[in-house]
């Protein structure tokens, strides 16, 4: 073994100059040791972008889309309760019923802000969509945001003529169909256009003012008894169906500006407005449920307007807890800043 390891020629080795304090190497090991390092770092890379580095909406479509048949099939679900069954029916038309005690003022305001409501929605969405547009220059989310806004109440108006009359159940009503509200879809459809166009800092806020907005509209309408409260749910679902797959456009398409930083970045961005959301749809579900049971057979009670605090609370769990929803929804898909 020792004459084989003789005859091996041996490397020549050539001793560091003076003063030199490195080792000398091959020309290209400087190349390998970074692509080593290269390699190292993209194997311990995930395959998936993380949430932080995506852009606003990507990956979140199955979630627009299934937020978008959920509320199709509550639309369908509300049209055949409350209008081909007799329980439904009947509590839709109680509670138109009942409204009638609270006439007087309460009914001449209702009037009064219902007749205003076509021209203030148009003015507050109009105003809001033009500033944002000129200030920011989003002229692919306004054109977007408007489009739904029309295909909206043009959807609603369709229903309505498609929608056959009501069937006899043996619940004294108006046969004429009168869902989805129309009123109610004007002024949740400016809202979420609002919504949809402004800022994701700025959403919380605008989802709670602009559901709050539409929840009041929905309500005047039950008190002036010009719809009852399920046409006013259907008004809100109409907009959610049309508005959700608008909102993944706007968000596809406007990137750089719909970025989101979390709650607390912004006074509008305070979970405050999230709190007082959650706070309303949990007193309106106290209400709800609380009237339904002073009604069932086998109670006797005093008031004659549970039917309508009912109503009334439906109304009320419609709208914010669209309001939540789409908070959640757009804050998540909102690209991380």
């Given at each position: 073994?020792s004459?084989v390891?003789?005859?091996?020629?041996?490397?020549?080795l050539r001793?560091?100059?003076?003063?030199?304090t490195?080792?000398?190497?091959?020309?290209?090991?400087?190349?390998?040791?970074r692509?080593?390092s290269?390699?190292?770092?993209?194997?311990?890379?995930?395959?998936?972008?993380?949430l932080?580095?995506?852009?606003?909406?990507?990956?979140?479509?199955?979630?627009?889309?299934?937020a978008?048949?959920?509320s199709?099939?509550?639309?369908?679900?509300?049209?055949?309760f409350?209008?081909?069954?007799?329980?439904?029916?009947?509590?839709d038309e109680?509670?138109?019923?009942?409204?009638?005690?609270?006439?007087?003022t309460?009914?001449r305001?209702s009037?009064?802000?219902?007749?205003?409501?076509?021209?203030?929605?148009?003015?507050?969405?109009?105003?809001?969509v033009?500033?944002?547009?000129?200030?920011?220059?989003?002229?692919?989310?306004?054109?977007i945001?408007?489009?739904?806004?029309?295909?909206?109440?043009a959807?609603?108006q369709?229903?309505?003529?498609?929608?056959?009359?009501?069937p006899?159940?043996?619940?004294?009503?108006?046969?004429?169909?009168?869902l989805?509200?129309?009123?109610t879809t004007?002024?949740?459809?400016?809202?979420?256009?609002?919504?949809?166009?402004?800022?994701?800092?700025?959403?919380?806020?605008?989802?709670?003012?602009?559901?709050?907005f539409?929840?009041?509209?929905?309500?005047?309408?039950?008190?002036?008894?010009?719809?009852?409260?399920?046409?006013v749910?259907?008004?809100f679902?109409?907009?959610?169906?049309?508005m959700?797959p608008?909102?993944?456009?706007?968000?596809?398409?406007g990137?750089?500006?719909?970025?989101?930083?979390?709650?607390?970045?912004?006074?509008?961005a305070?979970?405050l407005?999230?709190w007082?959301?959650?706070?309303?749809?949990a007193?309106?579900?106290?209400?709800?449920?609380?009237s339904?049971?002073?009604v069932?057979?086998?109670?006797?009670?005093?008031?004659?307007?549970?039917?309508?605090?009912?109503?009334?609370?439906?109304?009320v769990i419609?709208?914010?807890?669209?309001?939540?929803g789409?908070t959640w929804?757009?804050?998540?898909a909102?690209?991380?800043?």
């Amino acid at each position: 073994m020792s004459s084989v390891t003789g005859m091996l020629p041996r490397p020549h080795l050539r001793p560091p100059r003076s003063g030199a304090t490195h080792t000398s190497y091959p020309e290209n090991c400087g190349s390998l040791v970074r692509m080593s390092s290269q390699q190292f770092r993209t194997s311990g890379r995930s395959s998936k972008r993380p949430l932080q580095g995506r852009d606003a909406g990507a990956g979140t479509g199955f979630l627009f889309c299934l937020a978008t048949i959920a509320s199709a099939v509550g639309l369908a679900a509300t049209y055949y309760f409350f209008v081909r069954t007799t329980a439904g029916q009947f509590i839709d038309e109680s509670a138109l019923v009942e409204a009638t005690v609270l006439g007087g003022t309460a009914g001449r305001a209702s009037t009064e802000f219902l007749d205003m409501l076509p021209m203030l929605s148009l003015a507050i969405a109009a105003i809001m969509v033009l500033f944002v547009t000129v200030a920011r220059r989003r002229w692919t989310a306004a054109v977007i945001a408007v489009a739904a806004c029309i295909a909206a109440n043009a959807a609603t108006q369709i229903l309505k003529l498609l929608i056959p009359d009501r069937p006899d159940r043996g619940v004294q009503t108006l046969v004429l169909n009168s869902l989805p509200s129309g009123h109610t879809t004007l002024a949740a459809s400016a809202a979420a256009a609002v919504f949809l166009m402004v800022s994701p800092r700025w959403r919380p806020l605008a989802g709670f003012l602009g559901s709050t907005f539409a929840v009041a509209t929905g309500v005047s309408t039950l008190i002036n008894q010009w719809h009852r409260p399920a046409d006013v749910v259907a008004a809100f679902l109409v907009v959610a169906v049309v508005m959700l797959p608008a909102g993944w456009l706007i968000l596809r398409t406007g990137n750089s500006w719909n970025v989101w930083a979390g709650y607390g970045e912004h006074w509008a961005a305070s979970r405050l407005w999230v709190w007082l959301t959650v706070a309303a749809l949990a007193i309106a579900t106290f209400v709800a449920a609380y009237s339904l049971i002073q009604v069932m057979p086998g109670l006797s009670t005093d008031s004659t307007i549970d039917y309508f605090w009912a109503g009334t609370a439906f109304i009320v769990i419609a709208g914010y807890l669209s309001a939540l929803g789409g908070t959640w929804l757009f804050g998540m898909a909102a690209r991380k800043g």
